[in-house]
């Protein structure tokens, strides 16, 4: 039987395979509340051993991109609910990716009076797709004084509680991508003169805080974190490869002490071997890789041994059924990209299936 299909056990995680569905932003949540439509397609692929869901917004000022989902009042809450519940009738383990947007935003997707924040007054390239208005420019992001950094993780902490109420098994901390965490990472996103910016251990004080406070409010056990090593997006630029190896050596011990579930590791061609190396002799739970795996791919990862287990995302956001599909040797579907923003059911819960 393949590895990935097994099994797999660790101290915090207990899952019925080595299959892990990667977050991806879908954008249907209209008005910022999870939905049955969420639910249906949640549920549709629970054959996962865990599902890592979309980024969600741990408070209004987070709420980037249109219709992403939030975990802040009590409406998305019971809307999560519908989502955890289904999900759990197949024995799939369901965590919640908090994803704070910072920079990468436009006010025209923020509820009225909420503004853009970052770690600094530096906008982000390019543009943001908004509803109302099109496509727009980044603004300058309104940069977090000291206090509003300890107010930003008190949002983290009550998301985090407010996961663990709609009946998640634990919270994603997205320190990827170019977010609000990985905006404090970078130095040419972060001009701080404070604690939080400078040397390697300020710019990375602020996730290693958010970290620390939401393992001591839900459980070390319930608490896993995303990172992306040497990634461009969001605008963020690489930097000295030498500093952000000390970087990601740094965050890997310092999650280490903290005692989170795991590391999630976006995978990209510019990661040092080095690094990712580093990064497995730092942490000692689980390590998740992700980024265009196929089940060849995946078994030959696992048996390496660097990785505990895979995160597959385009795939199972096309083949609903995908545990299946690797079970049998069958053909996958093709992603379709022109609805994978798009606010309804097509291209997202009508993917066809082989097996019922």
């Known amino acids: 039987m393949k590895k990935l299909l097994m099994p797999y056990n660790s101290k915090a995680l207990n899952l019925k395979n080595h299959l892990v569905m990667a977050p991806m932003t879908r954008s249907r949540a209209i008005g910022n509340i999870p939905n049955a439509l969420m639910a249906e397609y949640y549920s549709q692929r629970r054959g996962a051993g865990l599902i890592i869901t979309e980024g969600t917004a741990p408070a209004p000022e987070g709420l980037g991109y249109a219709r992403i989902p939030g975990i802040f009042s009590n409406e998305q809450i019971e809307g999560w609910k519908l989502v955890t519940e289904a999900v759990h009738r197949n024995n799939t383990k369901i965590f919640l990716q908090l994803m704070h947007t910072g920079r990468i935003a436009h006010q025209a997707n923020l509820p009225e009076g909420v503004h853009v924040i970052g770690a600094s007054a530096i906008p982000a390239a390019g543009q943001m797709h908004t509803d109302n208005v099109g496509m727009q420019d980044h603004p300058v992001p309104k940069a977090l004084t000291t206090q509003g950094i300890q107010e930003v993780i008190k949002q983290y902490v009550i998301a985090a509680q407010n996961a663990i109420t709609a009946g998640f098994d634990g919270v994603e901390l997205h320190a990827a991508n170019g977010y609000l965490i990985e905006q404090f990472l970078n130095p040419n996103v972060n001009?701080?003169?404070?604690?939080?910016?400078?040397?390697?251990?300020?710019?990375?004080?602020?996730?290693?805080e958010v970290a620390e406070q939401v393992a001591d409010a839900i459980g070390k056990d319930k608490v896993g974190v995303r990172i992306s090593p040497n990634s461009t997006l969001g605008d963020l630029q690489a930097y000295d490869a030498d500093t952000t190896e000390e970087t990601y050596i740094h965050l890997s011990r310092e999650f280490n002490r903290i005692g989170l579930a795991y590391i999630h590791v976006s995978l990209s061609p510019q990661l040092p071997a080095q690094t990712l190396s580093a990064i497995r002799t730092e942490f000692e739970n689980t390590l998740i890789y992700c980024n265009a795996f196929n089940a060849e791919k995946a078994e030959a990862e696992l048996d390496k041994r660097d990785a505990d287990l895979i995160a597959f995302g385009r795939n199972f956001l096309a083949n609903p059924d995908l545990v299946q599909r690797i079970q049998h040797g069958s053909a996958l579907n093709a992603v379709d990209f022109t609805t994978l923003y798009t606010p309804d059911y097509k291209g997202y819960t009508d993917y066809p299936t082989l097996f019922n």
């Open 191 to 208: 001009d701080r003169t404070d604690i939080y910016g400078g040397n390697v251990e300020n710019r990375a004080r602020f996730g290693i």
